[in-house]
């Protein structure tokens, strides 16, 4: 994937500036096109020569009431049939005469049949339109041109999403159509406080964004933030809304983020509820929520179906599952190398037998097998799904039995990576900083034992103490402690409870 | 790249399998030197590494001579090659012969080793050297300390003989008051092989030195005077040629110290609860109501015989105060305890013990009995 | 700007630190860890940290009044010299602290290592989180709180049975003078009181009220660790350098034995925390002393000169002996909790109103 634009805050900014095949941002002027033209026909040269002949600009010229009309569109974009039926065959087919002064009001009400409609006297607004689908209507001695909705997008159907699934939750999920998701947004909430405002970022791409949220439940101040973070957003092509996490995230210096992300319409509308706010970015299906707390990681949908002891039994799971992935081979190391009376007695005899034949050390021996584990993770998530069986029977061979045998690794060490490993995957938002971190730790309690790994979670419970998002403590409602909010934390209380005091995210602020 | 030569490099902890496992420590001493020996984890077996099983034996010993345990035990590294792992050792066995030392000398290493556990078992090898205790000839390849710390943790389970751990030790021997019962241990031949078999307990007196031995009978009174029972066994005779067995689950020891004519006193009163295991008397008695109160009787005075002859043993010339009755006076009266305590050997022998024990029986197996009486 | 933080958050992370000194007591041949006058030291200390707090206090009420005057209070060459003399006596401290650890780690955890990259290592990671800012410190220690609550619950629990109540001996046996002494001496061991000062301004809510929460919270902790303490290892723990260590190594759960490794790596928050603190005390004070020396160069000094200090008293006990000396304890205490506190308030009465002060300027 090629982004040939860089911000130019980066680190890199003044190296690319030297460098003639990366564009920076403030090399990117707008080109303006100026007024729309009164001559239909020059407004059509010029919309082909800017697009340098793509053979998917259409401009066809033609006549109505004997005045020039030059109709311009993007193939692939519009409803040919849509164009040619309800716009072009009526207008060149009309033989009356336009109502003087007011002929492009006359088209719009007599002749055409179209929804979507609006005039524009800028040029280069008018190929924007163009970009999105639109179809534009020039005539003859007229300084605004038509602008008419007749889009028609190659698009993917809903689909149950791959990532976030829910045992008993909605089987749909949003897709690549700005539109569409915003249809099932409204599906799922349908009340005229939630709005939609539309935006666009990148200087280059004008990636379309809707940020939406809850009128009255959402913070005002919060807003404002965003939406100021989002206009000083200096990129030239945003291509999925992970694009905007860097101008969404408070704190740079951090493995997490409080920036959510969900494919789900249900749970993005359960986070617009709590007075948070949700950002759909056209071309993605993936919407971000801000701000996300720790705590939300260990949260489902289905948890919220089914019955409180069961869905706080679940949160407790994924909360060990979290702890387990990041420190369990990391203490391994560190009991195994430094607190060996820890292990009892016939187990450490056990544990020896095993480990004293292996070629590694105890820390390499982690390191490695966490390496082939990623690699094989790697090359199952972006090789062809036809040869993944392959891959997985390789992977497991290689971990699972031959490395054993050969003496590269002990088996002790391939139960707590193959533990681990399962784990890791419970929080699937948190596997990033999950899979960084448990190397760290591995490091750490190889060279100084349990006693380092402590010292290292202390780092990263004080850094993410730190982290605030819009005035929210990222470790609400724990750290500060908030005991009202602990009704729906790694616990989950009855839904009478719940809906007698609704959870806003204000409430958590500082 | 440099994170990898670093974990493989760095040579920070201890390798698994560059550690000595020590399982058991006997210690001697002979013409001013110890001779230590340890039992540890044979780990440098075939096996693979998945753990598949092994032919050679469990566990080696090695033994070492010094001038301190300490000193011993250095040359262990040399032996063996690999790192003494102390933190895992079950129990450490010391010749009775120690009589040049002090126990607290040879505690002394245990105390300050940073790695050793202050709950390891302490035992005294009677008739043996502590080395041919750790070195006996066992029925299978087996960890020997971990079949004596099972005899001793059993007997300890069914009040035979006190636990007594490092920390016991100290705690008994830094007062110069105080004496300390360790458990002895001795070999029987069973055939062709040897076993453990438990011979009382070694009493060491103030000054940490053994001053004479307690018969597994007079060791037996021990638990219910220091209030460490856990479960006994006390076979009876009821009446002529006629038995009860029971078994006594339950023991508290409340004490009462008090001068009584310029004599101290201790006033023991012990409730007993227990359940009825076998009544081996005729059929027709069996029915006879009194024969509940005569049960609780005699368990009574079988318990009191047991104090008794605990008591005796203790209070005699080869006894000392292992039962922690001068913590009972400091505890009591700390100011007459001040007075007596240069002169507590004495003292101790004379102070006299009133018994008084209450038998509840919670059991009877399949008879209904009426009433709990106390006895 | 200042980060603000809520006074029970504040409280949270002071009552993790002064356990750190429970945690790492230290036997000394004065005072017997072993007699049952230890279960109530504590008393003495909670006396004396509400004593001792009243001027602190007196400085945040005034903070709080003299709201809009504060840059000019800060800006007086009186209270830079009192910053100044706040960050030597909290450089003492920390030091001490970080020398304690070291003496901890190298008798207790690694006797066989090399301690000079590992302590260096923790030096570094105190004065980075001192960065973070008290705020931070503050959530960070409600978390901490709750794990070592909960394993040193779990831990007294185990313990509960080794208890023998032979193992305690008559109270205040020496007498009540001698008890008094030795109970005060250990209450000056809570450096942590002439933080309030420092942190006078970034405090919010009832600081009186969690002050004493905190005194009584405390005492009650150090009691009932003291009393297992005892109550487990009676004479033996006169014999250990660090008698609550060698208790916690006899706790057991089951297969699981000798979890002091477990524990220590719990306890090892506070040590960390109290570091920070003690830092992030040093760096403000330092940078109230020399305005323009940023934080940073200020941190970085720290952590060369602190990793320096530390090294050079670990090659030889005999230094640390004199960095943990009664006196030293003792005037590092008095002069953090009551004469440069008094000093502060001293200074704020000097201070004009507002009004007059920018009519001056």
């Known amino acids: ?510 | 790249m440099c994170l990898v030569s670093f974990a493989s490099c760095e040579k920070a902890g201890t390798e698994l399998s560059d550690l000595m496992i020590i399982q058991g420590i006997g210690v001697d001493y002979k013409d001013g030197l110890y001779t230590v020996t340890v039992e540890i984890l044979n780990n440098e077996q075939s096996g693979s590494p998945n753990g598949d099983s092994v032919s050679e034996n469990k566990t080696k010993i090695y033994s070492m001579q010094g001038e301190t345990v300490s000193d011993a035990l250095r040359l262990l590294t040399t032996k063996s090659g690999n790192l003494p792992l102390f933190a895992h050792n079950r129990v450490v066995v010391i010749n009775e012969n120690l009589n040049e030392k002090t126990i607290a000398d040879v505690l002394e290493f245990f105390v300050r080793n940073y790695d050793s556990r202050a709950s390891q078992l302490l035992c005294v090898s009677k008739g043996k050297t502590a080395e041919e205790i750790i070195r006996a000839k066992l029925f299978k390849d087996t960890v020997k300390s971990e079949i004596l710390e099972n005899l001793l943790t059993e007997s300890y389970n069914r009040s035979l003989v006190p636990r007594v751990r490092v920390i016991d030790g100290v705690n008994a021997l830094q007062n110069k008051c105080g004496g300390l019962c360790i458990p002895a241990v001795g070999i029987m031949r069973n055939g062709e092989n040897e076993d453990y078999e438990l011979l009382g307990c070694a009493v060491y007196d103030e000054n940490g030195i053994i001053s004479g031995y307690l018969s597994n009978e007079e060791a037996e009174g021990m638990a219910f005077i220091t209030d460490d029972f856990r479960e006994g066994f006390l076979t009876q005779e009821l009446y002529t040629n006629e038995f009860v067995s029971i078994v006594i689950n339950k023991s508290k020891t409340k004490y009462d110290v008090f001068t009584e004519n310029g004599r101290l006193k201790y006033r023991l009163t012990i409730d007993v609860s227990c359940d009825l295991d076998e009544v081996s008397v005729m059929e027709k008695k069996k029915s006879d109501p009194e024969i509940l109160r005569d049960i609780k009787l005699s368990v009574a005075q079988g318990v009191s015989q047991r104090v008794e002859k605990t008591l005796d043993a203790l209070q005699g010339p080869e006894g000392a105060d292992c039962i922690m009755y001068y913590k009972l006076l400091q505890l009591e009266n700390p100011r007459l305890f001040k007075t007596v305590e240069n002169n507590w050997h004495d003292v101790f022998s004379s102070a006299q013990t009133q018994l008084r024990v209450n038998v509840t029986i919670r059991r009877a197996g399949e008879e209904i009995l009426k009433d709990n009486e106390t006895v | 700007m200042k980060q603000r933080v809520s006074a029970n958050q504040f409280y949270f992370a002071l009552y993790l630190s002064v356990l750190s000194t429970v945690f790492m007591y230290l036997s000394s041949p004065d005072i017997k860890v072993s007699q049952t006058d230890s279960i109530l030291r504590p008393v003495v200390f909670c006396v004396l940290s509400i004593v001792s707090v009243i001027p602190s206090m007196i400085v945040v009420r005034k903070h709080r009044q003299l709201k809009k005057e504060r840059k000019y209070i800060e800006k007086t060459p009186f209270l830079k010299i009192i910053a100044l003399f706040y960050g030597v006596v909290f450089f003492f401290s920390l030091v001490k602290t970080f020398a304690r650890f070291d003496l901890f780690v190298s008798s207790e955890l690694f006797p066989n290592a090399d301690m000079t990259l590992f302590l260096a290592c923790i030096v570094g990671v105190c004065v980075a989180l001192s960065f973070l800012d008290i705020g931070a410190l503050g959530r960070a220690s409600v978390v901490f709180a709750l794990v070592v609550a909960s394993s040193t619950a779990l831990v007294m629990l185990s313990l509960s049975q080794e208890l023998d109540f032979l193992n305690f001996t008559p109270l205040m046996e020496n007498g009540f003078g001698k008890f008094l002494g030795e109970g005060t001496l250990f209450a000056f061991q809570a450096m942590e009181i002439g933080l309030i000062t420092v942190f006078s301004t970034q405090l919010e809510g009832d600081v009186e009220k969690g002050f004493v929460v905190w005194s009584v919270l405390s005492s009650v902790t150090f009691a009932a660790i003291f009393f297992f303490v005892v109550g487990v290892l009676g004479g033996f723990a006169d014999t250990q350098l660090f008698p609550t260590y060698t208790a916690v190594s006899l706790a057991s759960f089951g297969l699981l034995e000798r979890i002091d490794a477990l524990e220590t790596a719990v306890w090892i928050l506070c040590i960390v925390l109290k570091a920070a603190l003690f830092s992030l005390a040093i760096i403000k004070s330092f940078h109230i002393a020399f305005p323009k020396l940023s934080r940073k160069i200020t941190g970085t000094a720290l952590f060369i000169v602190c990793s320096v200090l530390i090294n050079f008293i670990s090659s030889d006990i005999e230094r640390f002996s004199f960095l943990s000396s009664d006196f030293l304890t003792v005037a590092l205490f008095i002069l953090s909790t009551i004469i440069l506190p008094v000093c502060v308030i001293l200074n704020m009465r000097r201070v004009k109103p507002v009004e007059k002060l920018q009519e001056d300027i």
């Open chain 1, 1 to 510: 994937m090629n982004i040939p634009i860089i911000c130019g805050e980066t680190f890199f900014g003044d190296f690319m500036k030297s460098r003639d095949d990366f564009l920076l941002v403030e090399d990117v002027k707008e080109m303006s096109l100026g007024a729309v033209n009164k001559s239909a026909v020059e407004n059509g040269r010029i919309i082909k020569e800017i697009f340098g002949g793509s053979f998917d600009i259409v401009v066809k010229k033609g006549y109505c009431a004997g005045k020039c009309v030059v109709f311009a569109n993007c193939d692939g974009l519009c409803d040919s049939m849509r164009i040619c039926e309800a716009i072009i065959n009526p207008m060149l087919r009309f033989q009356g005469e336009l109502t003087k002064g007011y002929e492009l009001d006359y088209i719009c009400t007599h002749l055409i049949y179209s929804t979507e409609q609006s005039r524009e006297k800028d040029l280069s607004s008018a190929v924007m339109m163009l970009l999105r689908g639109c179809l534009l209507v020039f005539l003859e001695g007229e300084s605004e041109c038509l602008v008419l909705g007749v889009q028609h997008y190659p698009e993917r159907s809903i689909q149950e999403p791959d990532t976030g699934v829910q045992e008993f939750g909605a089987r749909e999920g949003f897709t690549e159509n700005i539109k569409t998701n915003l249809t099932l947004l409204r599906k799922k909430i349908c009340s005229s406080k939630l709005c939609a405002e539309l935006s666009e970022v990148g200087k280059q791409s004008k990636t379309r964004i809707l940020i939406c949220y809850m009128q009255g439940r959402v913070e005002k101040e919060m807003l404002l933030r965003v939406k100021r973070r989002l206009e000083k957003l200096e990129m030239d092509t945003v291509l999925g809304s992970g694009y905007l996490r860097k101008a969404l995230d408070t704190k740079a210096i951090t493995p997490f983020t409080m920036v959510g992300q969900t494919e789900r319409p249900d749970v993005f509308a359960a986070k617009l509820c709590e007075g948070k706010i949700g950002i759909i970015v056209d071309g993605t299906p993936f919407a971000l929520v801000v701000p996300e707390l720790f705590v939300e990681k260990f949260q489902t949908l289905d948890d919220y179906i089914n019955r409180p002891y069961y869905a706080t039994f679940m949160r407790g799971v994924r909360f060990l599952a979290f702890l387990i992935s990041i420190f369990l081979p990391g203490m391994f190391v560190a009991i195994g190398l430094f607190h060996q009376e820890m292990i009892p007695d016939d187990m450490l005899f056990n544990i020896v037998l095993m480990e004293s034949n292996t070629l590694f050390t105890l820390t390499m021996e982690a390191l490695v097998i966490h390496f082939i584990y990623e690699t094989v993770r790697e090359a199952g998530l972006r090789m062809p799904k036809s040869i993944g069986h392959a891959v997985s029977i390789v992977g497991a061979l290689v971990i699972g039995d031959a490395a054993v045998t050969a003496g590269l690794i002990g088996a002790p060490m391939l139960i707590i990576v193959a533990l681990t490993a399962i784990c890791s995957l419970v929080s699937s938002d948190l596997y990033q900083p999950i899979s960084v971190l448990r190397i760290l730790f591995i490091l750490v309690g190889g060279f100084s034992g349990l006693y380092g790994i402590f010292i290292g979670g202390a780092v990263l419970v004080v850094v993410l103490s730190s982290m605030t998002a819009y005035g929210v403590p990222y470790l609400a409602p724990f750290s500060p402690f908030r005991w009202k909010f602990l009704r729906d934390s790694i616990f989950r209380t009855s839904t009478n409870k719940l809906e007698k005091q609704i959870f806003r995210i204000k409430n958590l602020r500082k």
